[in-house]
């Protein structure tokens, strides 16, 4: 606001105009790496731009600014996905970032807002990869299935398998969750509610921040609350594992935490989720060999405790009420 109250000068709008224009143009990677372009920059900001002795030209100190703030915008996308990151490689991961960002500017102080979109539209990408979406059979769609093709180019490029990319998503999204859901406190069954347990109508309820991922390749130890890259150094290859593993995310008293569960505990409670305990544990002990039956009754009590000490359950939702029938039409009932 100019100082009499009113409308800014229109210098001041000419130059807030261009000054915006620069640092929302992405940085080129022509060269192998993301760097500026000071030859586009609008020649009217440059010559505003004062440079005292033995100081930078104005166009390279305002090409640092721009650069540094990218470089601030793709680590902050970095860190709230640092395991599709990692999956994808960190230069095709900021191409994709950068296509987030051209479509979504920033506009909030809070840097992990450049964040709020980036899985949706990667999730997006993957399904139609998944599909069996060829760039062959891409011509003439809208604009935004042209920019979910470059999205999934990037992808391909990448050559990171698809379900590895998935299974990282899955984990940075389920993080993110924990991260910003509430701890709703531990919940500590009296023994009647322990005994309903094995009735068919009890039901566990689960804490909003609770969510099951799985992982086939070695992927929970880059979490986005470690920091910086773990390697220290170059990064080494994603392992896979022999077999598959489960994690639960979910939200502490301390912060967020990620478990590793056995497989069938991890089993017992995806199917939780859709049964009462009772019948969810039927449904589990029914798909088990006999040596996986020994495992899970011998584990299940320290599992239940697990659960409740980590606060993954909150306590017993209200039985639905079983619907009634009509009245039959016949009144023999038969």
């Not at 915008?73 to 950068?98: D, K």
């Not at 920033?106 to 993957?126: I, K, T, Y």
Request: net charge neutral; glycine share 8%; aromatic share 8%.
């Amino acid at each position: 606001m100019s100082p009499s109250g009113g409308d800014p000068p229109g210098w001041l709008r000419e130059l807030q105009r261009d000054f915006t224009a620069v640092l929302r143009a992405p940085l080129d990677s022509g060269t192998g790496v993301f760097r500026e372009r000071q030859e586009r920059y609008p020649a009217r900001l440059v010559a505003q731009l004062r440079s005292g002795p033995g100081s930078p030209a104005p166009a390279e100190r305002l090409a640092l600014y721009h650069r540094q703030y990218w470089m601030r915008l793709f680590t902050a996308l970095q860190t709230s996905f640092p395991r599709v990151s990692r999956a994808m490689g960190y230069w095709h991961f900021n191409h994709l970032a950068a296509l987030h960002l051209a479509a979504r500017p920033p506009r909030h102080f809070d840097l992990d807002e450049v964040a709020r979109g980036f899985a949706a539209r990667l999730d997006r990408a993957l399904q139609r990869l998944g599909d069996g979406a060829s760039r062959g059979r891409r011509s003439k769609r809208p604009a935004r299935e042209h920019e979910e093709d470059a999205w999934c180019r990037r992808i391909e490029l990448s050559r990171a398998p698809l379900a590895m990319v998935r299974q990282a998503l899955r984990m940075d999204e389920a993080e993110r969750h924990a991260y910003e859901s509430p701890f709703e406190g531990l919940w500590r069954p009296a023994p009647e509610e322990l005994a309903r347990l094995a009735q068919a109508e009890a039901r566990l309820r689960f804490a909003v921040s609770c969510t099951l991922a799985q992982e086939d390749w070695d992927l929970a130890r880059f979490s986005r609350l470690a920091g910086a890259d773990q390697d220290g150094g170059a990064p080494e290859a994603i392992r896979r594992h022999p077999s598959t593993r489960t994690w639960v995310f979910a939200r502490s008293a301390a912060g967020t935490t990620t478990t590793s569960v056995d497989p069938l505990f991890a089993r017992l409670l995806e199917r939780c989720r859709e049964l009462p305990f009772g019948e969810a544990l039927a449904a589990v002990e029914q798909g088990c060999t006999a040596a996986e039956a020994t495992r899970l009754r011998e584990g299940l009590q320290g599992w239940i405790a697990l659960a409740l000490a980590s606060g993954w359950w909150t306590g017993l939702a209200e039985a639905e009420p079983r619907a009634q029938e009509e009245p039959s039409d016949d009144p023999g009932g038969a």
